[in-house]
């Protein structure tokens, strides 16, 4: 059974994915799952992405796993050791099936993953999760 | 440095593998495009392609998967993804092909026997132009598929290290 979680406010989503395309499409699925935001910020890889924390509060962190420069693991890794923003759930959008990758990923911080393709259902079923207070 | 054994190669298998680009696209058009993808009933002639995105394969299978279209399908392709015109879609072309390819390689790999654990992805690529030539590896064996994505046709083409 479907846990229902009950927000008591608007999230600050950073999106991390080297694709601007795929930043947009986890945006919209966001607000289409029925999570409110106050804000976005985007990041093309895990540089970028820490760049932000360091200038941004933000609620909530959507990291895809292959990017360039720095990639999603490498960037979880990171952002264990910035003491602003451990604490950020973090769920990791990919295209890898593989259960090591999720599975690094997970034992490194993040709070879950969804898998690419994915529908606003799915999207919501694995973020609202992390986001309960 | 720790050297570790290759992967075990997983053997090809044309059909069923041909038959999993089919699904694979499929999935990714249906929930991110939101449009149904047809097989092509006959053998299309290869028209000249002007989008090329392409995904390296290495492990437990080596190669290239690449999805070749017009420009036209290119744009519509990103046009449906963000829900705008294909005007408006024009400057997303090239990440919305290199998006799709990469998901649909991923959902390829994903089906394979050992569930995808030992073949690694890279970065997608997109190439626009036809004044190419593709030459990924020797030896290689080539499945080819043929979707059609609205009126356009899409090809699906796997180059594989044997």
Known sequence: ?133 | MKITDPPPAIAIDRVAWASQLCVGAQEVFAMMVGTKLFRCPDPQPMIVPEFTAMVGMAGAICGVFTIRCSEYAASAIAAKMLGISIEEASQEKWDAMGEVCNMVAGSFKSKLADGGQNCMLSVPTVITGADYKLRSLADEESIEVCLQFDDEPLWLSLELHK
């Open chain 1, 1 to 133: 059974m479907q846990k229902e979680v009950v927000l008591m406010k608007p999230v600050k989503a950073l999106i991390v994915d080297d694709s601007s395309v795929m930043r947009k499409i986890v945006e919209r699925s966001l607000r289409q799952a029925g999570i409110e935001l106050s804000g976005v910020v985007e990041a093309a890889n895990g540089v970028e992405a820490l760049a932000v924390l360091g200038r941004t509060k933000v609620d909530l962190i959507l990291s895809d796993i292959n990017m360039p420069v720095m990639d999603g693991l490498e960037f979880v890794r990171q952002l264990q050791g910035v003491k602003e923003a451990k604490n950020i759930p973090v769920v990791m959008i990919t295209t890898e099936g593989s259960e090591s990758n999720v599975m690094q990923a997970l034992s490194l911080g993040a709070k879950g993953y969804i898998r690419k393709p994915f529908t606003p259902d799915q999207v919501k079923e694995y973020v609202l999760p992390v986001l309960e207070p």
